[in-house]
């Protein structure tokens, strides 16, 4: 249900009201924090040491951008980046075709989640994967059920609290033991050494510029910033922004400057947990056998690092799984219902999003490459939701003067680009047989 914003006061938007406007971002940032991160980042640092360090940062600078633009479309205009999609391809088939691309995305993305999960459970407490993936699927009902009865901002609080968990999970290692300063810098230098590499680059954008991310931010910040007035329609003129904003009782250009804040300290959280994995990994899996799986990164961890580390690794993948496959949910029933115009209850959905994820758990697939190859799929799926983002938030009609400065919607398209090219060379690699 909408949050009810207070009545904005004169001046400069203070701490304490920015404060509480925070929430969104970290959120939507647990999507760069699932297990397909944590698969991706281990082995990357585990097979080709710090050499993919720069693919890291570059692609935490890029998703900085995305999400801004995606909770300033959700703001500007009051609706979701696939309900003005679903507004805007007029054609039915086209409407389809773009959303089944999106849902394959979106099931990707649980795939990922529920796996990471299941495999967090059976390292804890010995649990047998399938019997994982399905308790990590109940819990993430639970969440769902009260993301729907208490509202945005409980979950928020619930979602942020797992947050902190993978925070304090997957950085501690680095505490214990650093890595090499000289290797971080050298890893900084864009480069790739074999097809191997182009495909986990491809891997780690994909879990770290995740299309259902990019879905469902807009979501979040049109929910959370919704008027008090139910049953209010909003288009995208500028009388009806006018109204809009006098209904929430804030200035849309405040709420844009705590959202700058929100995404940063978001994307400041998971880059450097991302980071911190990689160079876990670098540091202290390269060359071990094993370690390309998260079971044999947790034993060597484990033999290597300790207990505590080993199962404050494995915590952390667990609340990752949680958090992460509720969020992911709540994207693909925003997609569902902006582009088929059809509203399908959370909980019905995350029942049959789940059978392909424990399709792969009972038949014995092996969990961590299942992880790797999911990002692989949601690194094709960038294109078709950060295109059609930079080009609506470019546009006056859309966001009038809150749309993109020239330097902006250029950055957006180099990001495009270059994602864009990244996956065209990778499918030439596997097509080649390299």
């Given at each position: 249900?909408?949050?009810?914003?207070?009545?904005?006061?004169?001046?400069?938007?203070?701490?304490?009201?920015?404060?509480?406007?925070?929430?969104?971002?970290?959120?939507?940032?647990?999507?760069?924090?699932?297990?397909?991160?944590?698969?991706?980042?281990?082995?990357?640092?585990?097979?080709?040491?710090?050499?993919?360090?720069?693919?890291?940062?570059?692609?935490?600078?890029?998703?900085?951008?995305?999400?801004?633009?995606?909770?300033?479309?959700?703001?500007?205009?009051?609706?979701s980046l696939p309900e003005m999609l679903g507004a805007r391809i007029t054609n039915k088939w086209g409407r389809r075709l773009y959303w089944l691309q999106a849902e394959l995305v979106a099931m990707a993305t649980d795939i990922a989640e529920v796996i990471g999960g299941a495999v967090a459970l059976n390292l804890l407490f010995n649990v047998p994967l399938l019997w994982g993936g399905i308790i990590t699927g109940t819990v993430s009902i639970c969440l769902l059920l009260l993301q729907s009865k208490r509202g945005p901002r409980t979950?928020?609080?619930?979602?942020?609290?797992?947050?902190?968990?993978?925070?304090?999970?997957?950085?501690?290692?680095?505490?214990?033991?650093?890595?090499?300063?000289?290797?971080?810098?050298?890893?900084?230098?864009?480069?790739?050494?074999?097809?191997?590499?182009?495909?986990?680059?491809?891997?780690?954008?994909?879990?770290?510029?995740?299309?259902?991310?990019?879905?469902?931010?807009?979501?979040?910040?049109?929910?959370?910033?919704?008027?008090?007035?139910?049953?209010?329609?909003?288009?995208?003129?500028?009388?009806?922004?006018?109204?809009?904003?006098?209904?929430?009782?804030?200035?849309?250009?405040?709420?844009?400057?705590?959202?700058?804040?929100?995404?940063?300290?978001?994307?400041?959280?998971?880059?450097?947990?991302?980071?911190?994995?990689?160079?876990?990994?670098?540091?202290?899996?390269?060359?071990?056998?094993?370690?390309?799986?998260?079971?044999?990164?947790?034993?060597?961890?484990?033999?290597?690092?300790?207990?505590?580390?080993?199962?404050?690794?494995?915590?952390?993948?667990?609340?990752?799984?949680?958090?992460?496959?509720?969020?992911?949910?709540?994207?693909?029933?925003?997609?569902?219902?902006?582009?088929?115009?059809?509203?399908?209850?959370?909980?019905?959905?995350?029942?049959?999003?789940?059978?392909?994820?424990?399709?792969?758990?009972?038949?014995?697939?092996?969990?961590?490459?299942?992880?790797?190859?999911?990002?692989?799929?949601?690194?094709?799926?960038?294109?078709?939701?950060?295109?059609?983002?930079?080009?609506?938030?470019?546009?006056?009609?859309?966001?009038?003067?809150?749309?993109?400065?020239?330097?902006?919607?250029?950055?957006?398209?180099?990001?495009?680009?270059?994602?864009?090219?990244?996956?065209?060379?990778?499918?030439?690699?596997?097509?080649?047989?390299?």
């Amino acid at each position: 249900m909408p949050q009810e914003i207070p009545t904005a006061a004169p001046g400069r938007l203070g701490l304490p009201r920015a404060a509480w406007l925070i929430g969104p971002a970290l959120v939507a940032g647990v999507a760069y924090l699932d297990p397909g991160n944590v698969a991706s980042n281990m082995t990357a640092g585990a097979i080709y040491g710090y050499l993919l360090v720069w693919v890291v940062v570059l692609g935490n600078v890029m998703a900085w951008l995305i999400q801004y633009l995606s909770a300033k479309l959700g703001i500007v205009t009051g609706r979701s980046l696939p309900e003005m999609l679903g507004a805007r391809i007029t054609n039915k088939w086209g409407r389809r075709l773009y959303w089944l691309q999106a849902e394959l995305v979106a099931m990707a993305t649980d795939i990922a989640e529920v796996i990471g999960g299941a495999v967090a459970l059976n390292l804890l407490f010995n649990v047998p994967l399938l019997w994982g993936g399905i308790i990590t699927g109940t819990v993430s009902i639970c969440l769902l059920l009260l993301q729907s009865k208490r509202g945005p901002r409980t979950f928020e609080f619930v979602v942020i609290g797992l947050l902190a968990i993978i925070a304090i999970g997957f950085t501690f290692g680095v505490l214990v033991a650093p890595p090499d300063p000289a290797g971080v810098v050298a890893g900084l230098v864009p480069r790739f050494e074999g097809a191997g590499s182009v495909l986990l680059a491809a891997s780690i954008l994909g879990a770290t510029i995740m299309p259902h991310a990019i879905y469902a931010h807009s979501a979040l910040a049109r929910d959370r910033f919704a008027p008090r007035a139910l049953g209010v329609s909003t288009t995208t003129d500028a009388a009806s922004r006018t109204g809009l904003e006098e209904l929430r009782g804030i200035s849309t250009t405040r709420l844009l400057r705590a959202t700058r804040w929100d995404v940063t300290i978001a994307m400041i959280i998971a880059g450097t947990v991302n980071l911190c994995i990689l160079l876990l990994a670098a540091a202290n899996l390269a060359g071990v056998p094993g370690t390309q799986s998260l079971e044999g990164a947790y034993a060597a961890l484990e033999a290597g690092l300790g207990p505590l580390v080993a199962t404050l690794f494995a915590v952390g993948l667990l609340a990752s799984g949680l958090a992460s496959t509720s969020v992911g949910a709540y994207a693909g029933a925003e997609i569902m219902h902006g582009l088929l115009h059809v509203d399908v209850p959370l909980i019905v959905r995350r029942l049959v999003t789940l059978i392909p994820a424990l399709f792969i758990l009972a038949i014995g697939f092996d969990p961590t490459l299942a992880l790797v190859l999911s990002q692989v799929v949601l690194s094709f799926g960038i294109p078709f939701a950060l295109i059609p983002l930079v080009a609506l938030t470019a546009r006056r009609d859309v966001l009038g003067s809150f749309r993109n400065r020239a330097a902006t919607t250029a950055a957006g398209i180099a990001a495009s680009v270059f994602l864009i090219a990244l996956n065209a060379t990778l499918l030439w690699l596997v097509f080649a047989g390299a």
